[in-house]
């Protein structure tokens, strides 16, 4: 595992219209590690992956994502993206979605790998099918794989486990800790916070501003409970005599 | 830009197209019935059929091209592919060349198709050749694409998308000089056709249809290629990789 992180934000503010979503936030997430980013709706989670993947518009702050400003070109190959609503051609099959965003990036052999990736997120067999048939589940994974397809070293991944059911929920976050221990760095967001167990590493965001960037065990320490939620509560609280 | 990931994008745009079995089917049938119906419609004044028909066989790849491109666009836009694709290694002039080859693909059909049917078997004569009436049919066909990738982005619902048509396409018919000759119209409008692209698919057309090939009609379509370009640049200026 290295020690360089692979994620750097530093005063990163945002605004969207009139409201400022992300008020000088700091972090710095770790190469080789899954990473929760847990927030309820609205917190800023979204506004925050967008700008690790550049494609959001930012007001002051660095980002640097694997020692680079984000949303630079070298990066494109080496970062994959996975919108929250699932941002596949619903038109295609699986397979052509699968075959479409390999060669976007920049795969060799893109039916091999198509197919590879459809046995990886548990949908091998049904590559021929339209994608707009899939359910939203299968629909959800279809999104991810295409993330997968071009086997990116960060994966910056919007609630990928909404919605699934429970066995599903379980084999993504093992896929994503064996992602992790191949070395590639994975930052998925939540706002369930029964799934904040399960990464190595958290960030905890509301209203725009960190309250929590620990490992769920020093959290629960910190905060003297074992509930995550339950922590989540008094951390929030505590920023709210703090402000 | 990246030749394979222009390729890519232009056989995954025709794939889409192609699992919409209707819209295929009317996208190269209706532009021929309609010639087929106006033949007969004219059927007491042939002269008025040649004039008229040729000119529509310029026109009606446009507007079709313009109406499937803004909508194909508006969903890259509205379901997040787009962003999606931004943040990949595509560059944005391989996502306008993808399309403009996908769509310069299918208006060749549909304007084949047209030209067979209305040269073929309605009669049709023209001066200079078929060819020149496929050159400036298909190149109507790119501008309707090229002007429909750019007002994709003023919409935000597929309902605003297809009312741009009327907007922006319409106004180009009634002063593109097929209604009334250009020269013949109020000073002011007579400008207007002047710099609106249509009007020089027209002329081009008119021109193809009386004479041999010269110098007016190469202007003619030089026109038209220049507005396609003119349109993809502002297109690609509304793709923009970080947004608000």
Same mark, same amino acid.
């Given at each position: 595992?290295?020690?360089?992180? @692979?994620?750097?934000?530093?005063?990163?503010?945002?605004?969207?219209?009139?409201?400022?979503?992300?008020?000088?936030?700091?972090?710095?997430?770790?190469?080789?590690?899954?990473?929760?980013?847990?927030?309820?709706? !609205?917190?800023?989670?979204?506004?925050?992956?967008?700008?690790?993947?550049?494609?959001?518009?930012?007001?002051?702050?660095?980002?640097?994502?694997?020692?680079?400003?984000?949303?630079?070109?070298?990066?494109?190959?080496?970062? !994959?993206?996975?919108?929250?609503?699932?941002?596949?051609?619903?038109?295609?099959?699986?397979?052509?979605?699968?075959?479409?965003?390999?060669?976007?990036?920049?795969?060799?052999?893109?039916?091999?790998?198509?197919?590879?990736?459809?046995?990886?997120?548990?949908?091998?067999?049904?590559?021929?099918?339209?994608?707009?048939?899939?359910?939203?589940?299968?629909?959800?994974?279809?999104?991810?794989?295409?993330?997968?397809?071009?086997?990116?070293?960060?994966?910056?991944?919007?609630?990928?486990?909404?919605?699934?059911?429970?066995?599903?929920?379980?084999?993504?976050?093992?896929?994503?800790?064996?992602? @992790?221990?191949?070395?590639?760095?994975?930052?998925?967001?939540?706002?369930?916070?029964?799934?904040?167990?399960?990464?190595?590493?958290?960030?905890?965001?509301?209203?725009?501003?960190?309250?929590?960037?620990?490992?769920?065990?020093?959290?629960?320490?910190?905060?003297?409970?074992?509930?995550?939620?339950?922590?989540?509560?008094?951390?929030?609280?505590?920023?709210?005599?703090?402000? | 830009?990246?030749?394979?990931?222009?390729?890519?994008?232009?056989? =995954?745009?025709?794939?889409?197209? =192609?699992?919409? =079995?209707?819209?295929?089917?009317?996208?190269?049938?209706?532009?021929?019935?309609?010639?087929?119906?106006?033949?007969?419609?004219?059927?007491?004044?042939?002269?008025?059929?040649?004039?008229?028909?040729?000119? /529509?066989?310029?026109?009606?790849?446009?507007?079709?091209?313009?109406?499937?491109?803004?909508?194909?666009? /508006?969903?890259?836009?509205?379901?997040?592919?787009?962003?999606?694709?931004?943040?990949?290694?595509?560059?944005?002039?391989?996502?306008?060349?993808?399309?403009?080859?996908?769509?310069?693909?299918?208006?060749?059909?549909?304007?084949?198709?047209?030209?067979?049917?209305?040269?073929?078997?309605?009669?049709?004569?023209?001066?200079?050749?078929?060819?020149?009436?496929?050159? /400036?049919?298909?190149?109507?066909?790119?501008?309707?694409?090229?002007?429909?990738?750019?007002?994709?982005?003023?919409?935000?619902?597929?309902?605003?998308?297809?009312?741009?048509?009327?907007?922006?396409?319409?106004?180009?018919?009634?002063?593109?000089?097929?209604?009334?000759?250009?020269?013949?119209?109020?000073?002011?409008?007579?400008?207007?056709?002047?710099? /609106?692209?249509?009007?020089?698919?027209?002329?081009?057309?008119?021109?193809? =249809?009386?004479?041999?090939?010269?110098?007016?009609?190469?202007?003619?379509?030089?026109?038209?290629?220049?507005?396609?370009?003119?349109?993809?640049?502002?297109?690609?200026?509304?793709?923009?990789?970080?947004?608000?």
């Amino acid at each position: 595992m290295t020690t360089e992180p @692979a994620i750097v934000v530093q005063d990163l503010v945002v605004d969207r219209g009139r409201r400022r979503v992300l008020h000088s936030l700091s972090c710095q997430i770790p190469a080789g590690q899954v990473t929760g980013l847990l927030g309820p709706s !609205g917190s800023g989670k979204t506004t925050l992956l967008r700008c690790l993947v550049g494609v959001q518009r930012i007001r002051s702050g660095v980002v640097l994502v694997l020692g680079v400003p984000a949303g630079e070109r070298t990066l494109r190959a080496r970062v !994959g993206y996975v919108t929250q609503a699932p941002s596949v051609y619903a038109d295609l099959s699986v397979r052509d979605n699968l075959r479409y965003f390999a060669v976007l990036a920049g795969i060799a052999d893109p039916s091999a790998r198509a197919e590879e990736t459809l046995s990886t997120v548990g949908l091998a067999g049904r590559g021929g099918e339209r994608v707009g048939r899939l359910s939203g589940g299968e629909h959800a994974r279809v999104s991810l794989a295409c993330a997968l397809v071009g086997s990116p070293e960060v994966l910056v991944l919007d609630e990928p486990t909404v919605g699934l059911d429970p066995i599903l929920r379980r084999d993504l976050w093992r896929l994503f800790h064996e992602l @992790a221990d191949d070395g590639k760095t994975v930052l998925v967001s939540s706002h369930v916070m029964d799934e904040a167990a399960r990464c190595d590493r958290l960030l905890l965001l509301r209203e725009g501003r960190l309250v929590a960037d620990d490992s769920p065990a020093a959290i629960r320490q910190a905060t003297g409970t074992v509930d995550l939620e339950e922590a989540f509560l008094r951390l929030a609280e505590g920023q709210d005599v703090a402000s | 830009m990246n030749p394979r990931i222009t390729l890519a994008t232009a056989a =995954r745009v025709l794939r889409q197209l =192609r699992g919409d =079995r209707r819209t295929v089917a009317m996208l190269m049938v209706v532009p021929s019935l309609l010639m087929v119906l106006l033949r007969y419609v004219l059927d007491s004044s042939p002269f008025v059929f040649d004039e008229i028909g040729l000119q /529509l066989l310029g026109i009606f790849p446009f507007v079709t091209m313009f109406l499937v491109t803004s909508v194909a666009m /508006l969903r890259e836009r509205t379901s997040g592919t787009l962003e999606r694709l931004l943040t990949t290694r595509l560059a944005k002039l391989d996502l306008l060349l993808g399309y403009a080859l996908a769509f310069g693909i299918a208006a060749l059909a549909q304007v084949g198709i047209a030209t067979a049917v209305t040269m073929g078997w309605l009669g049709l004569q023209i001066v200079s050749g078929v060819g020149w009436a496929v050159v /400036l049919a298909v190149a109507s066909a790119l501008l309707g694409m090229a002007l429909g990738l750019l007002v994709s982005a003023f919409a935000t619902t597929e309902f605003q998308a297809v009312q741009f048509m009327p907007a922006v396409v319409l106004p180009q018919i009634l002063l593109c000089g097929m209604l009334v000759p250009r020269s013949h119209m109020l000073d002011v409008l007579n400008w207007l056709s002047d710099v /609106l692209p249509l009007s020089y698919v027209v002329d081009g057309m008119a021109r193809a =249809r009386t004479s041999t090939a010269g110098a007016g009609l190469v202007g003619d379509v030089a026109v038209v290629i220049g507005c396609i370009l003119a349109a993809l640049a502002i297109g690609a200026v509304t793709l923009r990789r970080r947004t608000p």
